[in-house]
């Protein structure tokens, strides 16, 4: 399906907001608040795919709505800010990912999120659809960034603050600030400041809805403190934007990889520390793939032989991944010969 661009926003000097048209009556797309769109995206000749989280909410936005951050080389978000105009057309794959909710109109929650960053993107959209839905549930979001200008839909925020002043709270965390106030602190995340906001807001630590997004050392972080007030990993619902670099043992390990797929065999060559998809990737091998974060099933895979290292904060469950189910995106060898089948 192609979509065209109705608008761009720019929302902050480093990131930028795509509007798209919602298709026609019968190709209407359909999503879930906090899931993503892959686009493809063609520059010098060669089709580029990434996924980017919907912005928009889909019980009050009739546009769809991505938001995507400037990375320092990245071809295809450079590529977004410099070219992409309203009036072009981008070929895209039905929206994915496990990081939604399903709001409810009898629902009574807490929903407490964590965002860093351009992760607000996901958490902005599922802020939108329980405050349109949900009338008797509560979100506090704490918001990391490094200063006020760098805080995505910070005016947006602020209109929802307003609007929906016994339901919704933020709680910004700058590193870079000159003056504290009533909600924008000074810093970094910490166990004190947590407490502090906990406290303020009289929530204790039970099993609200926990849901964090954003760098991974901000990820990381928010798990450790939830961790230590009793919220275990199972009770939180994570979503990963970029996989972090993997650092082995075992680095300089060269594993012979062999995947089998549509009937042929493929035998590359994988360094401990670069997925499975990347390598296969860099050797044209066409293997399915969408969000390449572990967020989706699209390259699941089964490991048949070998042994596999997957990044903390995929799509799997334990059975899966103990009945050897594998997402390439985020799977390392660590083993000299592996085999997989897709």
Known sequence: MKLLVKDIIRETHDALSVCFKNGGFFNKVSYKPGQFLTIHVPINGEIHKRAYSFSSCPKTD????ITIKR???GLVSNYVHDYLKAGDKLEVDKPMGSFFIEPKKDNVKTYVLFAGGSGVTPIF???KSVLATETHSKIILIYANQNIDSIIFHKDISILLEQYPNQFSVEHILSALNEENDNYHS?????DLLTKIFTKHNLKFEDHTYMICGPFGYMEKAKELLKLNGISREKIKI??????IIKLSGKDLI???TIKTNGKVHDIKVRGDKSILQQAMSDNIPLPYSCRSGMCSTCKATCISGDIKMIEGHFLDEKEVSNGKILTC???PESESVVIEL
């Open 187 to 191: 810093g970094l995340l910490s166990e």
């Open 62 to 65: 009739k546009d769809l709505k």
């Open 330 to 332: 985020v799977s390392y």
């Open 71 to 73: 990375v320092d080389k």
């Open 239 to 244: 979503e990963v934007f970029k996989a972090p």
């Open 125 to 127: 959209s599922i802020i």
């Open 255 to 257: 594993s012979n990889v």
